[in-house]
C-alpha cells in the first residue's frame, strides 16, 4: 500500500536578485556564503515584478526547510510550477534542470527527518514577469 503526504513551502522566501549571474551558473555570483548577505524576502508564488519590477535574469529563492519525523522511509519530490527556466538544488548541490514555462517535479531522493536541508530554485527569465507561479510543495511518498 502507498503511503503519500505532502508539506507545502508557500510563504516567504529568501531571494538574491543576481544582477551578475549566467543562466548557466551552478552558484551565485556572491558565492553560497555571501548569498545570504544580499538577500531579500519575497513572497512564493510570485513574479520576480512583485520586488524588482523590470527585473530580467537570474534569481536564486532559498530556504531552509525540516522533514517530519515519520518521512523516513520513502522518496521526497518537489513539485512547482515556474515561468521560468528553472535548477533545483538542495545544500548547494544541482539536482535538475527545468525547461521555460513548465511544470517542475524533481526527485530530491532519500532523505533524513529532522535534519535541516537547504532548498534552492535558480530561476531565470528575460524580464521581470517570470518567477515561482504555483505553490511550492514537498511531496513524501512511501510504499
Same mark, same amino acid.
Given at each position: 500500500?502507498?503511503?503519500?503526504? @505532502? ?32 538577500? @531579500?524576502? *519575497? ?49 548547494? *548541490? ?8 513548465? *511544470? ?32 511550492? *510543495? ?6
Amino acid at each position: 500500500m502507498d503511503k503519500q503526504s @505532502e508539506e507545502n513551502l508557500d510563504g516567504w522566501w529568501h531571494a538574491f536578485f543576481d544582477a551578475a549571474a549566467l543562466p548557466a551558473q551552478l552558484e551565485p555570483s556572491v558565492g553560497w556564503q555571501g548569498i545570504d548577505d544580499h538577500k @531579500e524576502s *519575497t513572497p512564493v508564488p510570485g513574479a520576480f515584478s512583485l520586488l524588482q519590477p523590470g527585473h530580467g535574469g537570474v534569481v536564486w529563492y532559498h530556504r531552509p526547510f525540516v522533514l517530519p519525523e515519520w518521512w523516513g522511509k520513502g522518496e521526497v519530490w518537489l513539485e512547482c510550477a515556474a515561468r521560468s527556466r528553472v535548477q533545483v538544488f538542495l545544500d548547494e *548541490t544541482p539536482l535538475s534542470t527545468v525547461a521555460e514555462e513548465s *511544470t517542475v517535479a524533481v526527485r530530491l531522493g532519500r532523505l533524513l527527518p529532522l535534519r535541516v536541508y537547504n532548498l534552492c530554485l535558480k530561476v531565470w527569465h528575460q524580464d521581470d514577469s517570470g518567477g515561482i507561479i504555483s505553490s511550492v *510543495t514537498l511531496v513524501y511518498r512511501e510504499s
